[in-house]
């Protein structure tokens, strides 16, 4: 059985930092494109950040350019999400992704993922 187990979120104050991880078990994803997608609650899950299996490649959205970094151990079969000036408007539950199909290319769009984890909750205070 696959799963994604993210872990590191939490309440932070805005200009804060932290690192969510997230690791994989019952199949290797080190072929495999993984992102990152948020999600408030009656809002669409929004694309953040994703990279490629080699970690050559890497993308995120606007939102968070310049703030949050994408990095991934296959040794360890894990991808984290490291996320720096933190602003309220981040407050949300962050989700780790899995494409299935083995890939070097980026995707940004949730059906492209076969993968989900069942997220943490991230929140940040003004």
């Known amino acids: 059985q696959v799963q994604l187990v993210e872990s590191g979120g939490g309440l932070v104050q805005a200009g804060g930092s932290l690192r969510l991880s997230c690791a994989a078990s019952?199949?290797?994803?080190?072929?495999?494109?993984m992102g990152w997608f948020r999600q408030v609650p009656g809002k669409e899950r929004e694309f953040v950040a994703a990279?490629?299996?080699?970690?050559?490649?890497?993308y995120y959205a606007e939102s968070v350019k310049g703030r949050f970094t994408i990095s991934r151990d296959n040794a360890q079969n894990s991808v984290y999400l490291q996320m720096n000036s933190l602003k309220p408007e981040d407050t949300a539950v962050y989700h780790c992704?899995?494409?299935?199909?083995?890939?070097?290319?980026?995707?940004?769009?949730?059906?492209?993922?076969?993968?989900w984890g069942q997220g943490t909750q991230v929140t940040v205070s003004s």
């Open positions: 992704a899995a494409r299935g199909q083995l890939t070097g290319v980026i995707y940004s769009r949730s059906f492209e993922y076969d993968y």
């Open positions: 990279v490629t299996w080699s970690g050559g490649t890497t």
């Open positions: 019952g199949r290797t994803f080190s072929r495999n494109t």
